[in-house]
């Protein structure tokens, strides 16, 4: 369980923790699980790069995974990105607890990572050169 090997930080939504107090659920941090208050887009980043791995259903945070180099698992049962989950970057784990916990404990696929999956950042460069006929 990964759990027991790592904390888990949750920049916790409000509604989320709502829904988590009408459940009894874990609303306050225990030993393994550190929720937090929503937190800032920059502050969110942060945390990202600083992260071993990721857990999200978030589209926009598996793509930020990648390019922070941070392996991710999605809670989803399909993505968007289908060229993180080609790479070994990006996981399909849907809301399996099993599934969810092998993908978190294996080994990030450092030499798979390739830093021009989503171009090289010339492409405004390309765009003007072509308009202007060159």
Request: charged share 20%.
């Amino acid at each position: 369980m990964v759990s027991r090997d790592f904390t888990l930080v949750w920049p916790v939504h409000p509604r989320t923790r709502k829904v988590l107090a009408s459940h009894h659920l874990p609303s306050e941090n225990r030993v393994s699980l550190r929720l937090l208050d929503a937190v800032s887009y920059l502050d969110m980043l942060c945390l990202e790069k600083n992260a071993r791995g990721i857990l999200t259903d978030s589209g926009g945070v598996q793509k930020e995974a990648y390019w922070l180099k941070v392996p991710c698992v999605t809670l989803r049962d399909e993505t968007e990105w289908v060229e993180t989950l080609e790479t070994g970057w990006n996981t399909l784990a849907s809301t399996n607890p099993d599934r969810i916990s092998a993908a978190a404990m294996s080994e990030p696929p450092w030499l798979a990572h390739t830093n021009n999956l989503f171009g090289n950042g010339n492409a405004a460069t390309k765009i003007v050169q072509t308009l202007m006929g060159q």
